[in-house]
C-alpha cells in the first residue's frame, strides 16, 4: 500500500464511516478516487485532511465527509444519469462517475474546467462530460437527471435544477440567505410534480453565481459590507423562543445576575467528591469566563479543600507564578511570566486577581497545605514556536511565513481553507529542521535550570527526563502533524495532571482551567468521530464520575483573539450565534447568566432533548469570524460532553495587562515589566 492510499483507507475509516457514512457504494468510491490527484502538488500532502482545501480560482475541493454525504444523498443505485454542478477540482464528479452510469458536470470558471477534463483523462474516467456554463442554469439536453448535486450555494433552490430532476429523484444542494453559510437540503421529485425537501445539516460553500443563483452585482455589493448579512426572517411557528425545547432549558437553569453574588451552594453540591473540576471556556479571551472559573474555583478551594489549579499553560510560566502565589523562599525563576503571544491568556487583569486572592489565602497557611499553581501544556509550547519562528525569520523568511501558518492550523477546530494554502511546505523546513530541533533542545535545557533548583523534584525526574526524550518527536509532530500532534498535546496535559495529584497525595484534588475542546468529552463530538482524544475524555476514563466537566458558552459580544498565530491581540466583535447551535438555543432564553445541570438534571427529559448533536462554537487563540462556520463550529452532544453548562448570553473580551495597565499591581507581582 502506498501512503496515500493509507491515508485514503484511514480517511474513509475515520472520516466518513466514522461519522456514518453508511452506503458501501459511496465508502468504496471514495477509498479508490485518488484525492491527491485533485488538489495542487504543494498541496498533496494535505490531501486526506479533514477539511476543504484551496484550488485556483480562488475556490475550494469540498471536504471529503461532506462529498460523501451529499453523495450518499443522492441514493443513487448505480445506473443513472447524473448532474454535478460547480467541477471545481473534478474531484466530486470523479467520486460521482464511479458510482452512477455517467455524469455531466458544470464550472462557471473557464481554466477549472479545463483542468478537471485533462484529469478525468489522465486518470482514465470517461464517463464524465464537462462544460464551462453557468449551472444554476441546469443542463437541459441531458435532462431528466436521476440525481443532481449543487457544491455551491445560492439563496434559494434554482428552480431549472428543479426542473431538470428525474421522478423519484434526489436534488442536494446547499441553500442560504447568507454568503456565508447555508443548510444542505435535499429535494425529492414526487409523482404528479410535487417535491419533497428536507434539510440535513449545517454547511459553508463557496457561493452559486448564476442567474438562478446570486448574481455577479450581488456578489461585488456584499464585498466589505453587511448587505447580505444573516437577515433571519421570522421564526416559523415552534421555531421560535417559545419552542418546548427552548422553554424546558428555561425552566430547568439556575440564572444569576452576578458572577461575584451567584449562589453556587446546589453546584458545589452536585460536584460532590469529585476529585477533578475540569472548568472549561468557549473562548481564550472573555472576562466573563475567566471570572466565573475563579470564583467556582475559590469555592471549592475554601470548601472542599482542593489544593492544585492547574491550567492550559507552559510549565515554566504557570512556575513562576505558583513561586509568588505559594509565597516560596527559593529564589524565583528569572523569566517574566507569558510575554510571548499569546499573551492575552494569562497575563490579564481577570487571572491577575485570581493569583492575588490565591496568594492571600495561601499566606495564612503552611507550605504544605497552600493552593499551587502548574501549567499542564506541552513544555514551552509557545515560547519554542517563537524560537522557531525567531530563527526562521532569520535564516529563510519564506520558511517562516509557511511555519506560521502551520502554527495557525495547530487546533483542529481553527481551520480556514486559505492557510492550508499558505502553509504548503517547502522543502527548506527539512534542511533547517535539524538545527530547528538544536534550538529548541537548547531552549529546554536553559528553562529547565529552575526545576533542578526548587525543591520539588518530581517534575524534574519524571517530567523533565521523558520531555527531553521526547522533544525531537513533539517538535516534529507539531509542525507537520494535526489529529497526531493534537492527541500528544492532550496527552501530556493529562499525564502532567495525573503526575500533580500523585505528587500531592491520594486525597488531592484539582481544578482544571482549560478551552472546553480540552476538557469536554471529545468522544461526544466530532473530535472524537476523527480519532481525537482529550483531557477531559482521558479524566472520564481514568476517573469516571470523580470528574466533573463543565463547560462555558455566549452568544455574543467582544473576544480578545488575533487574526493569524503570532498576530498582535485585538478586541474582535463575537458574532451572534449560529441557527443551529447550542449557543443560540440558550440565546433563545433570554437568560443573561445561567447554570444548567446536565448529569442527572431533576427533569430528566433536559438530556434527552439536547442529546441530538447540535453545532457548538469554539475559539482560541485565533478567531476568523470570516470564516465562522467553517474554522470554528464543531458538532457535539452537549450533555454527553459536559456534566453541567455555565451560560453568559452577552460577554465582554478579557482586560489585557500591558504597559500603562500595569499600574497599580504589586511591585513583586510575577508578570512584572
Ligand atoms: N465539487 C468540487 C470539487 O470536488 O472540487 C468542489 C467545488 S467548489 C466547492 C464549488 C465550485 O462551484 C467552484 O469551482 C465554483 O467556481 C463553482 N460554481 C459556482 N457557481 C457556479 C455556477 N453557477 N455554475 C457552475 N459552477 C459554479
Redesign the pocket.
Known sequence: MTGFEALRARMVERDLRGRGIADSRVLDAMGTVPREA?VASDLREFAYEDA?LP?E?G????QPYI?ARMLEALGLRGSETVL????????????LSRIANRVYT????GP?AEV?RRRFRELGYDNIEVRH?????GWPEHAPFGGIVV??G?PEIPQPLLDQLAEGASLVVPVGETLRSQRLVRVVRRPGDRFEAEHLEAVR?????????WLPAELEASEGSTSLEPVMAAPAAGLGPDRPLVRLLRESSEPFDDIGEAELGSLIERIGDARIVLLGEATHGTSEFYRMRARITRELIERKGFRIVAVEADWPDAAKIDHYARLRETPPPEWTAFTRFPTWMWRNREVAEFVEWMRSFNAEREPGDRVSFHGLDLYSLFRSIEAVLDYLDRVDPDTARVARARYGCLTPWERDPAVYGRAALTGTYRTCEAEVVQILRDLLARRMEYAGRDGETFLDAVQNARLVANAERYYRVMYYGSVESWNLRDSHMFDTLSTLLAFRGSEARAVVWEHNSHVGNAAATEMGARGEHNVGQLCRQDFGDAAFLVGFGTDTGTVAAASEWDGPMEIKDVRPSHPESYERLFHETGLEAALLHLREPARPEVRGELEPPRLERAIGVIYRPETELASHYFQASLPHQFDEYVWFDRTRAVAPLIGPELEGVPETYPFGL
Do not use: C, K, M, N
Open positions: 485533485f476543504p484550488i480560482q475556490q475550494t475541493i469540498s462529498v454535478d454542478v460547480g467541477t471545481g477540482s473534478g474531484y466530486a464528479a470523479a467520486v458544470i464550472e462557471r470558471h477549472l478537471a456554463g453557468d449551472g444554476s442554469l457544491a455551491a445560492g460553500f463557496v457561493p452559486l453565481v448564476g442567474e438562478a443563483g
